[in-house]
């Protein structure tokens, strides 16, 4: 029974590099959430997915920031032309495919630590 | 406005003795769900409990439990007979139930808890 995968655990880039980060959700999950954590600071809500489709992105940055839920593979969360203000912990989490009433907790991977140099 | 209050940056507890961690919410929906979470130093989050705002008794699991305040919107979570290992930073957080956005959580800041022998 794996849980939320997540890859990279760590990434280090440089100032204007791409920084892609995966999330392969529970067995039988079919949604996944991108949550991102400043230091100090609570998890803030990004982008909320379903296979081949983007369902809530209200919490993205408007600009260099993207993500992915494939039919097949992993959800990838993609930062291009990262600064150094990106550098956070991104946490990807999954649920069943229809939560039952409000209950069920999200089931969060060990999130993806991005540096920016 | 906040949707998540976490009062306490910080708390210390003896070994053996129980401890309250604040949390209040704003919200206007009548369905929601209130939940805890605990992240170690390692960084991951663990899911603890969860409270759903019909539910008339307090969630309960273990050691933990919430002791929901409805009409003063709070969600304070009773850990009792500290241990060490429970030393972390915890976060509570809220699920509005509007459609799309079940998948949602708002976070609060965290409270840094330490269990001292």
């Known amino acids: 029974n794996a849980g939320v995968m997540q890859n990279p655990r760590h990434l280090v880039r440089r100032r204007g590099q791409e920084a892609r980060l995966r999330c392969s959700p529970m067995?039988?999950?079919?949604?996944v959430y991108w949550y991102r954590q400043l230091p100090e600071e609570g998890l803030k809500f990004m982008v909320y997915?379903?296979?081949?489709?983007?369902?809530?992105e209200s919490g993205m940055p408007k600009e260099r920031f993207s993500a992915e839920f494939p039919k097949e593979g992993p959800s990838i969360l993609r930062i291009q032309q990262v600064v150094r203000g990106d550098s956070a912990a991104y946490f990807c989490?999954?649920?069943?495919?229809?939560?039952?009433?409000?209950?069920?907790?999200?089931?969060f991977g060990e999130g993806s630590r991005l540096t920016v140099l | 406005a906040q949707k998540i209050t976490q009062t306490q940056p910080g708390m210390f507890v003896q070994e053996k003795e129980a401890v309250t961690l604040d949390c209040t919410y704003d919200?206007?929906?009548?369905?929601?769900?209130l939940f805890w979470y605990k992240q170690p130093s390692s960084g991951e989050m663990i899911f603890l409990i969860y409270?759903?705002?019909?539910?008339?008794q307090n969630a309960t699991e273990g050691r933990y439990s919430l002791n929901f305040q409805k009409a003063r919107k709070s969600a304070n979570l009773v850990i009792s007979a500290s241990q060490l290992g429970d030393s972390a930073m915890y976060f509570c957080a809220m699920r509005e139930g509007r459609g799309s956005t079940l998948g949602r959580l708002y976070f609060g800041r965290g409270t840094q808890l330490t269990v001292w022998p």
């Open positions: 409270q759903g705002s019909y539910d008339e």
């Open positions: 989490a999954s649920s069943e495919q229809v939560p039952r009433r409000m209950t069920g907790e999200l089931f």
């Open positions: 919200t206007s929906d009548q369905s929601y769900g």
């Open positions: 997915l379903q296979k081949e489709n983007i369902i809530d």
């Open positions: 067995k039988g999950h079919s949604h």
